[in-house]
C-alpha cells in the first residue's frame, strides 16, 4: 500500500455517515457501480457516475495497488426500454434484430464517449444477457427459501419475507409503494412485491424459465445487477455505488435479492451514491430542451473540460450544469497546462491533495490544492520564508501538479500534445500558428508595434488567443 488506508472514509447511504473504509480482503478490493442501459446515448447525467466513480477507482488503485482492485460495471443489455426503442427505430426488422442494432449502436457510442472523458476500463464490464444462467440460480434460491414465488409464469420477490426491507432507502410503505411505480398485478400477494422474472411476449428475448415454469421469459431489471455483482464479486463485497436516483426501488431491491438467497447480513458494506444534476438551474428533460448527450456535449468541449467540471462540486452535492461554469473549467485546463508545460510527473502525488480525495473524494478541496500547487507564493514572499505548509514552488509544483491531477484523471498529455488536440479539433496548423508568434516576437524586440499588433489580429482571427507572460507567449483556441 502506498498509503495508510485508515485515511481513506467513505459515506455509507446505509448507516447516513462518514466511515473509515475497511475491505473484506485488502488483497482484492472490490467494487459494483450501476452501468447503462443501452437504449439511447448516454446523458450529462449518466456521465456523473462513471466519472465519480472512476476517481474512486484511481484512489483504490493508488492505495492498494493496480492489481488489488477489482471494479466491475454492468450493461443492462435486456430491457422494456430497449425493447420500445428497437420496435420504434427499426419497425420493419424482426424485433430480436432489431435490438442487437439498438444496443450495438449504442453501446459502442458509450464507450467512445467515456474513454473520450479520461475514465480507465473497469476490470469487468458484464452484460446482463451473458449472465441469464446466475439469474436462474438466483431465482431457485429464493423461492426455494420462500422468499419468492411463481404467480401466472412470473417470479415475484415476496417484499414482506424480508422483516428489514427498506433500510437503505428509509422510507415509509406509503412512499416506497408510490415510487415503486410497479404494476399492482391481481397476482401479486403484496403491493410492493416485485418481478424477478417474468414471460416473454411474441418477437422479444426469451430464455428458459426457473422455478420450474414452462414458458420462456426474460429477467426483471433488479435481478440482473444481483447476478452480476455475485458472479465477479461475490455474496459479500467492499463497495456498491450509482446515482442517488437508483437508491429506490433498484439498490433497495438488490439488497433484498441478495441478502435473502445467501442469508447474509449486507449485500455491499458501503453504498454510495452521487447527487442529481441539473441544466442551467432546471431539471434536465426532453420537453424542457436541455437534454444533452455526452456525444453533443464533446463536439463543443474537450473530454476533460467536462471531466474536471464535473469534479468541481462535491459527488453527495446537487450539480449545475451551465455554459459559465464549463468555459471557467477551460480556462483552468489550458492555465494548468500552460503552467506544466512538458514536465514528467512527480513519482507520487501530492500528500495534501490525496488527503482531500481521502476524505470521501473531497474533489473540490483536491482541486483547491491543484490550485494552490499552480498559483505558488510569490518570489520575494518565498525568499522571505513566508510560505504556508505544503507549499510547492517551480519544478516542484509542476511535476507535483500533474502526478496529483492524473491520479484525478486529469493533465494526461503534455501541453504540447494538449494544445495539438485543441489545434486539430479546429482545423489550424500548428507550424503556422508558431511561425506567426515567432515572428510577432520579433517585431515586438525591435518595437515595432503596429506590425506586432497586425500579426495578434491575424492570429485572433484564426481563432487564436494569445497570452504574454514574463516567459514568453503562450496560445489557445478561442471558444
Not at 55 to 73: E, K, N, P, Q, S
Not at 244 to 254: M, S, Y
Request: net charge negative.
Amino acid at each position: 500500500m502506498r498509503f495508510d488506508a485508515m485515511d481513506l472514509k467513505l459515506y455509507d447511504t446505509l448507516t447516513r455517515e462518514k466511515r473509515v473504509f475497511k475491505p473484506l480482503d485488502p488483497a482484492n478490493v472490490r467494487m459494483y457501480v450501476c452501468g447503462p442501459t443501452v437504449y439511447d446515448f448516454a446523458h450529462i447525467g449518466n456521465a456523473r457516475p462513471v466519472i465519480v466513480f472512476d476517481v474512486l477507482f484511481r484512489l483504490l488503485r493508488h492505495i492498494y495497488g493496480a492489481d488489488h482492485v477489482t471494479y466491475v460495471r454492468n450493461i443492462t443489455d435486456v430491457d422494456d426500454k430497449i425493447n420500445a426503442r428497437a420496435a420504434e427505430e427499426y419497425p420493419d426488422l424482426p424485433l430480436n434484430e432489431a435490438i442487437r442494432k439498438v444496443t450495438e449502436k449504442t453501446d459502442r457510442q458509450f464507450h467512445e464517449d467515456v474513454a473520450a472523458l479520461g475514465c480507465l476500463p473497469p476490470t469487468v464490464e458484464p452484460r446482463a444477457t451473458e449472465h441469464i444462467v446466475e439469474m436462474r440460480a438466483l431465482i431457485d434460491r429464493l423461492v426455494a427459501s420462500g422468499n419468492a414465488y411463481v404467480a401466472e409464469d412470473n417470479v415475484l420477490f415476496s417484499v414482506p419475507s424480508m422483516p428489514d426491507y427498506g433500510r437503505l432507502s428509509k422510507r415509509p410503505l406509503d412512499e416506497m409503494i408510490a415510487g415503486a411505480r410497479i404494476e399492482v398485478a391481481p397476482y401479486k400477494r403484496d403491493a410492493m412485491d416485485f418481478v424477478l422474472w417474468k414471460p416473454s411476449k411474441p418477437g422479444e428475448p426469451a430464455w428458459p424459465s426457473p422455478a420450474g415454469i414452462k414458458t420462456p421469459g426474460r429477467p426483471g431489471w433488479h435481478i440482473e445487477c444481483s447476478a452480476m455483482s455475485w458472479k465477479h464479486l461475490g455474496e459479500e463485497f467492499d463497495i456498491h455505488g450509482g446515482g442517488i436516483d437508483l437508491v429506490f426501488p433498484h439498490h433497495e431491491n438488490e439488497i433484498a435479492q441478495s441478502r435473502c438467497a445467501f442469508h447474509t447480513p449486507v449485500m455491499a458494506n458501503y453504498w454510495m451514491h452521487n447527487g442529481f444534476l441539473q441544466v442551467e438551474g432546471e431539471k434536465m428533460s426532453k420537453s424542457l430542451g436541455n437534454f444533452v448527450t455526452i456525444h453533443e456535449l464533446l463536439k463543443d468541449w474537450p473530454g476533460e473540460v467536462v471531466r474536471y467540471n464535473m469534479l468541481r462540486t462535491h459527488y453527495r452535492q446537487p450539480i449545475d450544469w451551465t455554459i459559465k461554469n464549463l468555459e471557467e473549467s477551460e480556462k483552468t485546463i489550458d492555465g494548468w497546462y500552460g503552467f506544466v508545460g512538458d514536465r514528467k510527473p512527480a513519482e507520487t502525488p501530492d500528500e495534501i491533495f490525496i488527503t482531500a480525495l481521502c476524505d470521501d473524494l473531497n474533489t473540490p478541496q483536491a482541486v483547491a490544492r491543484l490550485h494552490q500547487m499552480a498559483h505558488p507564493p510569490v518570489m520575494g514572499l518565498a525568499m522571505a520564508g513566508v510560505t504556508m505548509l505544503g507549499d510547492r514552488t517551480g519544478e516542484d509544483a509542476q511535476r507535483y501538479l500533474k502526478s496529483s491531477a492524473m491520479l484525478m484523471g486529469l493533465l494526461g498529455k503534455t501541453a504540447s500534445e494538449y494544445r495539438s488536440a485543441s489545434v486539430a479539433a479546429a482545423s489550424i496548423d500548428t507550424a503556422t500558428v508558431e511561425l506567426l508568434i515567432s515572428a510577432r516576437n520579433a517585431a515586438r524586440r525591435e518595437k515595432n508595434f503596429s506590425a506586432a499588433d497586425r500579426i495578434r489580429d491575424e492570429l485572433a482571427a484564426m481563432g487564436v488567443v494569445l497570452k504574454d507572460s514574463k516567459d514568453g507567449t503562450t496560445w489557445e483556441i478561442a471558444r
